[in-house]
């Protein structure tokens, strides 16, 4: 069985960074795409960024400059290296894959920013 386990949030000042690892268990396949999403209180869960199994990267206007997606192949894993980060960056951040057209989800990790 497939296991999607984030870890890294927390609490931050504006200004500050935080980097989320995501790390993926259960499986002898790699990942297809890996990627982040987010949602705050009240609104949609929308993507944050995603990386391709050949390194190709996309990212939300919101974070693109700010926000870093990288991922381990050999260890199945997906990082999100977040930097000058908002009040408005707060939210439960979610991590997805996909395995041959199989989704899988995370359980979220909260990221609080303050101001």
């Known amino acids: 069985q497939v296991q999607v386990v984030e870890s890294g949030g927390g609490l931050v000042q504006a200004g500050g960074s935080l980097r989320l690892s995501c790390v993926t268990s259960?499986?002898?396949?790699?990942?297809?795409?890996m990627g982040w999403y987010r949602q705050a209180p009240g609104q949609q869960r929308t993507k944050v960024a995603d990386?391709?199994?050949?390194?190709?990267?996309n990212y939300a206007d919101s974070v693109n400059g700010r926000f870093t997606i990288s991922r381990d192949n050999a260890k199945n894993t997906v990082y999100l290296q977040m930097n000058s980060l908002k009040p408005e960056d707060t939210a439960v951040y979610y991590c997805?894959?996909?395995?041959?057209?199989?989704?899988?989800w995370g359980q979220g990790t909260q990221v609080t920013v303050s101001s």
């Open positions: 997805h894959l996909t395995i041959y057209s199989r989704v899988y």
């Open positions: 990386i391709t199994s050949s390194d190709r990267k």
């Open positions: 259960g499986t002898i396949f790699s990942p297809d795409v």
